[in-house]
């Protein structure tokens, strides 16, 4: 299973390029999203939100992948933060 996303629309496989991009922003990323949710669980679930994200972006629109992760992630995180808030 190394090397597919599971679930969605099925089986796809992905790109090992891309997976390391994201996993080598990935700390970077649990960061950002642990210092705005404060709890890392949350935080593990905005950087889930942000990789299945970035799996289905138009990776050749992208010009700056690891600031594009980084704004994902982020608007994730203050996404929850903010619906946390309301309930």
């Known amino acids: ?3 597919q996303v599971v679930g ?3 089986n796809t496989e992905a790109d090992p390029s891309d997976l390391a991009v994201f996993l080598a922003a990935r700390p970077r990323l649990l960061g950002i ?3 705005v949710l404060g709890s890392h669980a949350e ?3 905005a950087v889930q939100d942000t ?3 970035w799996q289905g972006a138009d990776k050749a629109a992208i010009a700056s ?3 594009w992760l980084t ?3 982020t608007r994730r995180a ?3 933060l903010r619906s946390a808030y309301r309930s």
């Open 8 to 10: 969605g629309k099925g």
């Open 51 to 53: 990789y299945l994200r």
């Open 43 to 45: 935080a593990e679930d």
């Open 33 to 35: 999203a642990y210092r």
């Open 65 to 67: 992948p690891g600031a």
């Open 78 to 80: 203050v996404d929850m």
């Open 71 to 73: 704004t994902v992630c």
């Open 1 to 3: 299973m190394q090397g």
